[in-house]
């Protein structure tokens, strides 16, 4: 059975900064990893840390108990603007033939054009 998300294009991409906004993990910020859109999904580095015991391999020879990032719902961060430094809204402009993000609060371009 495949899992289809209702939303088919979300506002994240990988490298931007996000805040949790609900949750355990409420107000802690870090850079996107990975986003996984058909869940729904982003992994964020530093946020939602599970412990997972890995076997030995080649890449570890010990094998052990290692920390990494889980999945958290897309819905619970939201972007931080790299100009005022503020969690906001992102709005959608057309900047020559390109359309690119701008933060709803201080007006400026997240993406570079």
């Known amino acids: 059975m495949k899992i ?6 979300y506002k994240l991409k990988k490298g931007d900064t996000v805040e ?9 910020r ?5 986003v996984l859109p058909q869940k729904g999904k982003v992994v964020i580095e530093g946020v939602k840390l599970v412990k997972r015991h890995m076997r030995p391999s080649q890449k570890m020879p010990q094998g052990g108990i290692v920390e990494k990032p889980a999945p958290i719902d897309i819905s619970d961060v939201m972007l931080v603007c790299p100009h005022c430094n503020q969690k906001t809204r992102t709005r959608m ?16 371009l997240i993406d570079e054009v």
């Open 30 to 34: 870090g850079t996107i990893i990975k």
């Open 93 to 108: 402009v057309t900047v020559g033939d390109n359309k690119t993000r701008s933060c709803k609060k201080c007006g400026e």
């Open 4 to 9: 289809r998300s209702k939303v088919s294009h």
């Open 20 to 28: 949790v906004i609900t949750g355990v993990e409420k107000g802690k």
